[in-house]
């Protein structure tokens, strides 16, 4: 199927000034990952934009990854997610990179 697209569909408009993060997580793959890193950036009011997961590595030691792209509202610091974030990692046994992801203008 292709059609016309409106020409308003077509306008680009710019987004917010809206901060936003990449979270990485490597580790063993368990049950609970996604959903704890996910509650910890909800409970902190962040927004999960993007999320992209897969097991990588060999078949006798698979390594779970997960890139997440977080917006927070405007205002908030990103502090109070990254120490709680940082307090996952024992618990859930994995590393976690969470950084200020740079912008481009296109």
């Known amino acids: 199927l292709c059609r016309e697209v409106p020409a308003q569909a077509a306008t680009r408009v710019p987004e917010a000034a809206t901060p936003t993060f990449m979270l990485s997580v490597y580790g063993a793959d368990h049950p609970g990952i ?5 509650r910890t950036v909800s409970d902190h009011g962040g927004n999960i934009a993007v999320m992209n997961t897969r097991v990588i590595g060999a078949a006798d030691k698979p390594v779970y990854v997960m890139v997440l ?10 502090d109070p997610l990254g120490q709680a974030l940082d307090q996952l990692k024992p618990s859930l046994g994995v590393d976690l990179t969470f950084r200020k992801l740079e912008s481009v203008n296109l």
């Open 34 to 38: 996604v959903a704890r890193v996910a």
């Open 69 to 78: 792209e977080i917006k927070l509202p405007d205002g908030s610091s990103p």
